[in-house]
Each structure stands twice: as C-alpha cells, then as structure tokens.
C-alpha cells in the first residue's frame, strides 16, 4: 500500500509505504524517511476500508459508524489487482490495474530523496520480523496459558508462520498453526476442528498489511458483532476497542488494550452477564524481543488430526465461546 499526501499548495507533504519487509513513512517538510513498527491506521480511529470490501461489510461499518463511506466499490477477484484511488475532497476515483507483479511497477514505487534521513524506529521483535509471545490469564473460571508465534510481515511468514497453542484449565487443549486447528480433550482425543490459523481471528495478524486494531474491528464487523474504538485516557499511544454481543441470554463484552506503535494486543477482558450475575476473566499479552534463548515451550505445533474432521470456520465468536468456558 502507497498513500500520498498533498498540502493546500498541491504539493506532496508525505508518503506512506507498506510492502512485505517493512512500513515506511517520508515527510518531505523535515526530510526524514521513518521505518516503523506499526501499519498505517486512521487517526480519527475509523476502520480502514477497502475499496474491494464487499456490501455487508461496507453497510455494517456505515452503520456502526454513523454513515461515514469509503472510496467507490471495486469488484475485482484474486490477486494481481492494483487499485488506486484519488481522493479530492468527497470525490474518489478507483481505478483497477491487473498485474501479476504490480509492487514493482513504476507508478508503485516512490522515489525517495537520496538525501533524506533515515530514521528506524522499529523494536527488536519488529526488525527481526516476527517474535513469539505467551498468553495468561482466566477464562470461564479456568486457568488459560498459551504460547505462539505471529510474523510481522509477509517477508518472515514464509519461513516463521504463525501458530498458538492455548491450553484451558486441565480439560481443553486448543492448537492452531498452518497444519490446522484442533480442539483436544484431556485424553488428547480430537474433539472439534477448523481450518488453518483459525484462532488469529479476532487477534492480530500484521503479515496480512492491516493494523490490529482495523484487523480487530474488521473480523467482528464480518461476523456482525457491533464495536466501539477511543483511545485509552490521557495518550494516543494505546486504543481500545469494545466488542459487543448477546449470545444464549448471555450480554458478552470484549476489551481489547492495544498499543497502537508496537501494532500489538496488550490485553483482552471479557465480562459474561447472564442477569443473574457477571463473569469476568483476561488474556494478557507478552511478546518476546530475545528469541535466541527460547525454550521448548515455543516448539512450533503439528497440525496431526486436525483434518480428519469436518471443518467449520471458527472467526471472531471462537472468543465469545472462551469467554463463557466453552470451546468445541
């Protein structure tokens, strides 16, 4: 992705790029090229639209939103597609360019001033291009760890794709990585299975270009779960993002903490309220920087058995299930 942004002059002022290695920002008034961790976001903190998102998606998020409309719909299938927009006030002009390698097209480059000054302020983790991390905390009244893996672009997905093992009190063990996605029981017998990765829904999944906090937001509103965005009090380093749903009599409440530069979750509460009282529990979120001294509790998992069984896709409401201590 490539954005462009005029002053009142018509001048260029700055330029966004993102592409499978890194995200990069110019800012032509200071002349300083920036590298950064996170992908481009809206500061207004509306959901990033696209315009090949399709009607449910588009009038969901209008209505979520209180109207607001994204560029003209294109209907364009697979991949090899480059749509580019102009912008000029309320007016948008897509154009659709099909090509098998359009990233190295002329009009995608940009080119940056052999002067400029480059300014990495990427992490460790980030630099790298992928990390592990752990997951803890309660669910349902059960104990939940986890560890995984999550690659932050498409460069490190080839050879460090992502995976998460969650294991729920002493009953449930729930694996996901590109083999597949199995619910196992204490026995280890295979009791639920979906298709690949299933459990990055609902989380963040930086490889495929989008911030966490649009990832977030855009799995609900596929799923129709209806949200809320600020960012946390005082600072604009940290969002939240409030999901909403009523399922078999139970109001459910996902709150996401999200730390917008690192592209991040920091943290997921749930609150189940079933009218006769209220359930709480949290996933928290550590990533590691050092992966050099990681032990075999990040040994990737196979995905054995997890294609024996009829498979269903899991989305978003997999975590409405493990807020309320059900999973199958």
């Known amino acids: ?33 920036s590298i950064n961790n996170y992908r481009a976001w809206n500061e207004d903190l509306s959901v990033w639209r696209l315009p090949t998102d399709k009607t449910q998606m588009r009038e969901f998020l209008s209505t979520v939103e209180g109207g607001k409309e994204a560029a003209g719909y294109v209907p364009c299938e697979g991949n ?16 659709v360019i099909n090509h098998h390698n359009v990233s190295d097209e002329e009009y995608f480059q940009y080119d940056w001033p052999s002067g400029a000054k480059i300014i990495d302020n990427r992490d460790v983790m980030h630099k790298r291009g992928w990390t592990y991390f752990r997951i803890t ?21 080839g050879e460090n794709k992502p995976w998460l093992k969650l294991k729920i009190g002493n009953k449930t063990e729930i694996v996901s990585s590109a083999g ?12 639920a299975s979906y298709p690949a990765e299933s459990l990055f829904k609902g989380l963040a999944r930086p490889w495929l270009g989008l911030h966490t906090i ?28 409030v999901l909403t749903e009523r399922a078999e009599n139970n109001d459910i409440v996902l709150n ?34 050092d992966v050099e001294s990681a032990g075999d509790e990040f040994a990737e998992p196979g995905g054995k058995g997890c294609k024996g069984l009829q498979q269903r896709g899991a989305g978003t409401a997999w975590l409405l299930e493990l807020a309320q201590g059900r999973f199958d």
Do not use: H
């Open 1 to 33: 992705m490539r954005i462009v942004e005029y002053d009142r002059q018509g001048q260029q002022s700055r330029c966004w790029v993102q592409d499978e290695r890194a995200n990069y920002c110019f800012d032509r008034n200071n002349y300083v090229i």
């Open 137 to 157: 905390g309660e669910a349902g009244g059960e104990k939940v760890t986890g560890t995984g893996r999550i690659p932050f672009v498409y460069a490190a997905w």
């Open 256 to 289: 996401y903490i999200i730390d917008m530069e690192k592209d991040v979750i920091e943290k997921i509460t749930f609150s189940v309220n079933s009218g006769s009282n209220v359930r709480t529990g949290e996933l928290k979120f550590s990533y590691l920087e």
């Open 214 to 241: 649009d990832a977030v937001r855009r799995d609900a509103a596929e799923e129709e779960m209806r949200f809320e965005t600020k960012y946390a009090p005082g600072e604009q380093r940290r969002a939240n993002v």
């Open 80 to 95: 090899g597609s480059l749509v580019i927009v102009r912008q000029n006030g309320a007016n948008a002009s897509p154009q």
């Open 180 to 191: 597949g996605t199995c619910v196992r029981d204490v026995g280890g017998w295979v009791i």
